[in-house]
């Protein structure tokens, strides 16, 4: 599948990071970060998630902490490619993602997804209104307080296109 990825990433607070982690989990940096999806030529964004960096059972990688299938209205993001390309400065350091598993009711892991097309630099807006109530399944307020730390500083945003290979 075709996949044409918009990512970037904005250090915030970060007492207020790990004060609002799941146990077991340790806040690497005081860094969130928005992946979008478009699939297949669509220009429209198919999957938003919102992460942080952490370690967790002897792991490295991203949590997951919302996740949404188009992009919701309360999100002002924007990406303006700049025409240079090249890579993304934690990549060595990210073995997965640590998503909710509402079967297991326990957090899973994705291994990391690797992508070796060079990304296109972007510059990158993102602003939030606070999300209305109930606009997440489980573990609402948490959420919500992750949306409104302050975006302090965009540390980078790029878009990448690659061909996504069937999981298994």
């Known amino acids: 599948m075709k996949i044409r990825q918009y990512v ?5 607070g970060h007492e207020k ?5 799941p146990d077991g989990f340790k806040s690497l940096r005081p ?25 967790a059972r002897g792991r490295r990688g991203w949590l997951n902490i919302a996740a949404w299938l188009e ?6 993001l924007e990406f303006i490619p700049a025409g240079k390309t090249g890579g993304c400065p934690h990549e060595e350091d990210n073995e997965g993602c640590f998503y909710w598993d509402y079967e297991s009711g326990d957090y899973g892991f994705l291994d990391a997804e690797p992508i070796s097309e060079n990304k296109e630099y972007c510059e990158c807006s993102l602003s939030w209104e606070l999300p209305p109530a109930n606009a997440f399944y489980d573990d609402d307020e948490r959420i919500r307080r ?3 730390l302050p975006v302090e500083e965009i540390l980078g945003a790029y878009v ?4 996504r290979k069937t999981r298994e």
């Open 31 to 55: 860094v969130l970060r928005i992946n979008a999806e478009c699939y297949d030529g669509d220009e429209d964004w198919g999957y938003v998630e919102l992460n942080t960096p952490v370690a």
């Open 8 to 12: 970037m990433a904005y250090r915030t």
């Open 146 to 148: 992750f949306i409104r």
């Open 17 to 21: 990071i790990k004060e609002l982690l």
């Open 160 to 163: 990448v296109d690659f061909d």
């Open 71 to 76: 992009k919701p209205d309360y999100m002002h």
